[in-house]
C-alpha cells in the first residue's frame, strides 16, 4: 500500500499562488501514475493534472499555462504549482496514485477518479 498526505492548502487572493506537496510513504519502489483532482460540494471530483511514469503531463484546460504538475522521485513527493489563482479554482485538492507499468495508461485514465486506488485526505484551498 501506498499512503499519500497533501499539504500547502490555505487562503490566496485572485492572482496569487500556492504551492500543494504531496508525501508518498510505503510501498513506493513501483512506478506510480499520479495525479492531483479537486472536488467542491455538490459536484463530481475532477482532474486537475496528471504526470505519468515517463514525466509526461497532462493538464486540465481550466487550469493550462496557471498549474503545473511535477515530481520529486528522491523525495517521494508530487507538487502542483499554482500560479494566477482565480476564485473557480476554490476547492478541495487530493493527491491520488495508480500503480502503472504503462506510461500512456496514464492518459487513458487521467480523468478518471474511479481509476486511481490510492488517495490522500485532501487539503482545501481557497481564492477570494
Known amino acids: 500500500h501506498v499512503q499519500l498526505v497533501e499539504s500547502g492548502g490555505g487562503s490566496a487572493q485572485a492572482g496569487g499562488s500556492l504551492t500543494l506537496s504531496c508525501v508518498a510513504t510505503?510501498?513506493?519502489?513501483?512506478?506510480?501514475?499520479m495525479a492531483w483532482f479537486r472536488q467542491v460540494p455538490g459536484q463530481e471530483r475532477e482532474a486537475v493534472a496528471v504526470?505519468?511514469?515517463?514525466?509526461?503531463?497532462i493538464q486540465a484546460d481550466s487550469v493550462i499555462g496557471r498549474f503545473t504538475i511535477s515530481q520529486d522521485k528522491a523525495k517521494n513527493t508530487l507538487y502542483l504549482q499554482m500560479n494566477s489563482l482565480k476564485p473557480e479554482d476554490t476547492a478541495t485538492y487530493y493527491c491520488?496514485?495508480?500503480?502503472?507499468?504503462?506510461?500512456?495508461?496514464?492518459?487513458?485514465?487521467?480523468?478518471?477518479?474511479?481509476?486511481?486506488?490510492?488517495w490522500g485526505q485532501g487539503t482545501q484551498v481557497t481564492v477570494s
Open positions: 491520488t496514485a495508480k500503480k502503472s507499468y504503462d506510461p500512456k495508461s496514464c492518459a487513458r485514465i487521467w480523468n478518471m477518479p474511479s481509476a486511481f486506488v490510492y
Open positions: 510505503g510501498y513506493t519502489d513501483h512506478p506510480y501514475c
Open positions: 504526470i505519468s511514469t515517463d514525466g509526461t503531463t
